[in-house]
């Protein structure tokens, strides 16, 4: 739990979760960065762009901020967060999953929350790329997952000397359960236009460049009309392009929640009780986590919203304590005590 000075109070009249939740993506002002952009190509073929902001120092701290679900290095809380680690002279590099750079990517395999390989390969590029430069990676929502995920297959062995993850669906079942009840059926709703929409737009792409076996793969999925729900798609997709037997398979081997008890570089968690996307009862519990793990839980806060001040003049509480935390090795340290 978070100390009380760490408390995030909502901006008034923007107390409702929903109203958190949709503040960046609808309200929000953008935040305008230059970054450089950067293509990694990857060891099956494919690549990721990988977007460069803040001092080109050779042992300037170097943070990786991972986005979630149909979002992309334009999304706004990562180039908030990019801003803020800059103003405090932090260098950043934002990764775009698979096929969310703009441009689809060039395999029938997609991005998913249990991707922790393609991070794997972008860390061993950083650490090639700036090997003096201390390590960082934060995640939102599935970037998150994939973060808390990697962080346990890896143990000690991590390479990060600190992480953050941010709404965390720990559970992904019970996330796909949550988010088709209430009005988060219309964000339900929305990612199925999303994600549909990446599928059909990367067989386009296929077709016009020729991808004789991608269009195969593709085609071999099925129809993707009537999809309303993540264990539409997932079973449908996910599991089947990524090598699960269903997508009960993949919500159980790609759930951060039990990978928690192994993770042993310094992490703080950061979640809302009232994110509509997450039961409560998704939560881990004290015993499932490391002593690296500090779990910093809000009463209020949404989905990657955390929207305080007011609305004439938001603040955004992830982009001071985020950056905060990752500077503080006191700090970090405490999430080493049992």
């Known amino acids: ?92 590099v934002a990764l775009n999953w698979r096929g969310c750079s703009g441009e689809p990517n060039l395999l029938p395999r997609s991005y998913h929350s249990g991707a922790s390989e393609d991070l794997a390969e972008t860390l061993k590029h950083l650490r090639a790329r700036r090997p003096l430069a201390p390590l960082y990676a934060v995640g939102y929502s599935l970037g998150a997952n994939v973060l808390l995920k990697y962080l346990g297959e890896t143990g000690g062995d991590s390479g990060l000397q600190g992480a953050v993850a941010v709404s965390v669906p720990f559970r992904l079942d019970q996330c796909a359960d949550r988010i088709g009840q209430g009005f988060s059926r219309v964000y339900q709703a929305h990612f199925m236009r999303e994600m549909v929409a990446y599928i059909k737009n990367k067989q386009r792409q296929f077709q016009h460049d020729g991808r004789e076996d991608g269009l195969a793969a593709l085609a071999a999925l099925g129809s993707l009309e009537n999809m309303r729900t993540f264990w539409d798609f997932d079973g449908r997709v996910t599991a089947p392009l990524h090598g699960y037997a269903n997508a009960e398979d993949y919500y159980r081997r790609a759930s951060s929640r039990y990978f928690l008890g192994q993770i042993e570089t310094p992490t703080l968690m950061i979640q809302a009780a009232d994110d509509p996307f997450v039961f409560p009862h998704s939560l881990p519990q004290a015993d499932e986590l490391s002593a690296a793990i500090q779990f910093e839980l809000h009463a209020s806060g949404g989905h990657v919203g955390f929207v305080d001040g007011s609305i004439r003049q938001p ?5 001071r304590r985020i950056p905060a935390w990752l500077a503080n090795p006191l700090e970090r340290a405490c999430s080493r005590k049992a």
């Open 1 to 92: 739990m978070s100390l009380p000075s760490k408390r995030f109070t909502p901006a008034f009249g923007l107390g409702n979760p929903h109203l958190q939740t949709l503040w960046g993506p609808l309200w929000r002002k953008t935040t305008h960065i230059e970054r450089e952009r950067e293509r990694l190509w990857l060891e099956d073929g494919d690549f990721l762009d990988l977007d460069w902001h803040g001092p080109h120092n050779a042992d300037t701290p170097l943070v990786l901020v991972l986005h979630g679900l149909t979002g992309s290095s334009n999304s706004p809380y990562v180039a908030g967060v990019q801003k803020a680690l800059a103003a405090q002279g932090w260098a950043s």
């Open 315 to 319: 603040g955004y509480y992830l982009e």
